[in-house]
């Protein structure tokens, strides 16, 4: 595990990347949604995202979406990526994925990525990520496809550890937090972030 350096691997723990002392470290807050983006869900965005709320760098808030196919309005997909938030997959159908096989996360998880490129306009290289419906990964099978499909991180496992909180990990290695919703991955998927 020394051989694990940035930016392409992190070992799963509470340790600071770069080594940044606590007292330098500035507050990280990451804003995601969930499933389809349409009119009832667009005033919340409109509200949140709003030119006067910023960093304290002064640069825009922005979030991640994490996108289901079934009622997303793909002009509004359009609009919030332009407007500089990220999109990412969260299937074509929002089924439970802990049986799929292969095929099937492939058709579910780049399926969407592919639907977010065609309909929404997102450019198909800053579709980087994925979280499954209901937090329910699908284990070796799951991150085979996403390392195959060229995919950077996956967002789907929760970590009850956060006290401190864990920080990004690299897949390259086995993690020592306990599995919450199995199947968890078990095999080595190098350069994929959790």
Partial sequence: QKSCRLPDCFCAGTDIPGNIPVSQMPQIILITFDDAINDINWHIY????????TNPN????RATFYVSHEWTDYGQVQTLYSRGHEMASHSVTHSFGERFSKSQWHKEINGQREIL???GGVNMEDIRGMR??????GGNKQFEMLYEANFTYDSTMPIFENSPPYW???L????NHECM???CPTKSFPVLYN
């Fill in 46 to 53: 409109d509200e949140v995202f709003q030119p006067h709320r």
């Fill in 58 to 61: 002064g640069c825009p808030i």
């Fill in 117 to 119: 490129h065609l309909y």
């Fill in 132 to 137: 499954s419906p209901f937090l329910q990964g």
């Fill in 168 to 170: 990004p990990f690299t």
């Fill in 172 to 175: 390259d290695f086995a993690s």
């Fill in 181 to 183: 919703i199995a199947p």
